[in-house]
């Protein structure tokens, strides 16, 4: 398994701002991903983060709002863009080894919006 | 339809006892079955991985996937405690992204 971690790991921000989140692991992986937590929810996921080129992101989610960075195989930041109280959750990222089965889990931000 | 259904309790149950989790899914492309266990304010933690139909143990943990009826279980035996989690089932086809359950609460009560 993989060893992830996140700063920070909590936060409390003011209205209208923007944090960076960092996601670092213990290895070289291909593959990296940020899921979005609301309270009481199960994980949905905002974006694969790719190495060298843009990130994917899915229905519901825009590059504008949440950019991400994946500048080599065991680091990646995504920015939470103009935050609103409804962006209060936790965001967590996930590495996925090469054989393309199982993800593993970082410890999450916990980030609220004033 | 939801692609993945799970119960979300809670479900409590006597330290001891034998606690039965369990998620079906309708996509039958999904190869890769997982049990994630998340404490409250952490990230989910991986409990059990399986590809494809069969059962696989470890320690007090069981996972079953049941290929034909789309119904994959986690049996926590002698449970604990420490087993009060959120347990969350996680179903992927290859080269696909993960799909999560709702996710379980269990509560085991000494």
């Known amino acids: 398994s993989a060893v992830i971690s996140q700063k920070p790991s909590r936060d409390i921000c003011q209205r209208g701002t923007s944090l960076t989140i960092q996601c670092q692991v213990d290895?070289?992986?291909?593959?990296m991903f940020w899921y979005r937590q609301q309270p009481g929810q199960s994980l949905t996921l905002i974006a694969t983060?790719?190495?060298?080129?843009?990130?994917?992101?899915e229905s519901g989610f825009v590059i504008d709002k949440f950019p991400i960075s994946r500048p080599n195989l065991t680091f990646s930041t995504l920015t939470v863009s103009n935050m609103s109280p409804e962006d209060s959750s936790i965001y967590l990222c996930?590495?996925?080894?090469?054989?393309?089965?199982?993800?593993?889990f970082g410890p999450g931000t916990r980030l609220l919006v004033l | 339809q939801k692609e993945v259904e799970q119960d979300p309790g809670p479900l409590s149950v006597p330290e001891g006892a034998i606690v039965s989790l369990n998620c079906t899914y309708s996509?039958?492309?999904?190869?890769?079955f997982m049990w994630y266990r998340q404490y409250s304010r952490k990230g989910p933690e991986l409990l059990m991985y399986?590809?494809?139909?069969g059962n696989k143990e470890d320690g007090r943990f069981t996972a079953q996937v049941d290929k034909s009826s789309k119904y994959i279980s986690l049996f926590i035996r002698d449970s604990q405690p420490s087993d009060s989690a959120t347990y969350l089932c996680?179903?992927?086809?290859?080269?696909?992204?993960?799909?999560f359950g709702g996710g379980t609460r269990v509560l085991v009560k000494p």
């Open positions: 996930s590495v996925e080894p090469t054989d393309g089965g199982t993800q593993y």
């Open positions: 290895s070289q992986v291909t593959m």
């Open positions: 983060a790719n190495q060298g080129s843009e990130a994917t992101y």
């Open positions: 996509n039958s492309a999904f190869q890769y």
């Open positions: 399986t590809y494809s139909s």
């Open positions: 996680a179903v992927k086809a290859a080269g696909n992204k993960l799909t």
